[in-house]
């Protein structure tokens, strides 16, 4: 049985940045693509970032491309969410999930849908003035 556990959310004003980590214990996580998501008060959850098993390929929606950077080390079985430049629009809770595959076509790199059996307790990222 995975585990995940988020940490490394908090307050920050806009333009503020944020490291988020995400361990794994249960199993390892070298070989699924991992992905960070996010859900608003009131929205519906949405995939963020995520990355290859292999580390190489990355992935961002539109909404923080060029704000955040999603890396991972497979030997302390952690992901990681560099955040930058943060919006009042990025405050949610931040889960991390095992993705149930991915693929790259056309130089297109995307993530298929997260495992749900593997949801951590997130972490809460708030961002206001």
């Known amino acids: 049985q995975v585990q995940f556990v988020e940490s490394g959310g908090g307050s920050v004003q806009p333009g503020g940045s944020l490291n988020l980590s995400c361990t794994a214990s249960?199993?390892?996580?070298?070989?699924?693509?991992i992905g960070w998501f996010r859900q608003a008060p009131g929205k519906e959850r949405e995939e963020v970032a995520c990355?290859?098993?292999?580390?190489?390929?990355?992935t961002y929606s539109a909404s923080v491309k060029g704000r955040f950077t999603i890396s991972r080390d497979n030997a302390r079985n952690t992901v990681y969410l560099q955040m930058m430049s943060l919006k009042p629009d990025d405050t949610a809770v931040y889960y991390c999930?095992?993705?149930?595959?991915?693929?790259?076509?056309?130089?297109?790199?995307?993530?298929?849908?997260?495992?749900?059996?593997?949801w951590g307790q997130g972490t809460q990222v708030t961002v206001s003035s």
């Open positions: 990355v290859s098993s292999s580390t190489t390929l990355k």
């Open positions: 249960g199993s390892t996580l070298g070989s699924y693509a």
């Open positions: 999930a095992a993705t149930s595959g991915d693929r790259y076509i056309g130089g297109v790199y995307s993530c298929y849908s997260p495992i749900d059996d593997y």
